[in-house]
């Protein structure tokens, strides 16, 4: 079990940048795949990036590739969201997630198969 704690989230324009990030308890923090999730008001939880214990890939929904950047700094049990030209779209709450596991692959887009989930941090972006 980790703990997982999110900041970084405002209110922003659109074509703004703003970075979350999320620090997690815990010795073995390289042991977990981390995700980052969003729900918008009224829509279900939406897969936005992943990246596995190792940190060589990385994973993202297809509306924020070229604009999100996922990474982990294992050193300081951190995970970061850095989001570049954000649209109104993008509103919504961000959860950070941690999977115990080794896998590497596209399964870490499952929100189902994460075990451990923040609090939440509020983006929103305006028009």
């Known amino acids: 079990q980790v703990q997982l704690v999110e900041s970084g989230g405002g209110l922003v324009q659109a074509g703004g940048s703003l970075r979350l990030s999320c620090a997690a308890s815990?010795?073995?923090?390289?042991?977990?795949?981390m995700g980052w999730f969003r729900q918008a008001p009224g829509k279900e939880r939406q897969f936005v990036a992943a990246?596995?214990?190792?940190?060589?890939?990385?994973y993202y929904e297809d509306s924020v590739k070229g604009r999100f950047t996922i990474s982990r700094d294992n050193a300081k049990n951190t995970v970061d969201l850095q989001m570049n030209s954000l649209k109104p779209e993008d509103t919504a709450v961000y959860y950070c997630?941690?999977?115990?596991?080794?896998?590497?692959?596209?399964?870490?887009?499952?929100?189902?198969?994460?075990?451990?989930w923040g609090q939440g941090t509020q983006v929103t972006v305006s028009s």
């Open positions: 997630a941690a999977m115990k596991t080794g896998v590497v692959d596209s399964r870490l887009m499952r929100d189902d198969l994460y075990e451990n």
């Open positions: 990246i596995p214990g190792n940190g060589i890939y990385t």
């Open positions: 815990g010795r073995t923090f390289s042991a977990y795949a």
